[in-house]
């Protein structure tokens, strides 16, 4: 997956310029979740409740959002 953000290093170096800043973004790559698995290849013990707990949230986080709108 990739992300768009603001160039912060040229804009930064740019800035004092009697023309004004120069703009940009840059692209940058973000790796994707994966399990967390041991030597084998099987999902660890940490990894399957930690997977629980976030599904968790996000089902309580929809929920409350259906209660209270």
């Known amino acids: 997956m990739r992300i768009v953000k603001f160039d912060l290093n040229t ?20 790796p994707e979740i994966e399990m967390i698995t041991d030597e084998n290849g099987n999902p660890t013990r940490g990894g399957l409740i930690g997977y629980a707990l ?15 709108l």
Do not use: R
Request: proline residues 3%.
């Open 11 to 30: 804009y930064n170096l740019t800035k004092d310029l009697p023309g004004g800043a120069t703009y940009g973004v840059v692209e940058e790559e973000v």
């Open 54 to 68: 976030a599904y968790a949230l996000l089902a309580g986080f929809v929920g409350a959002m259906f209660y209270f």
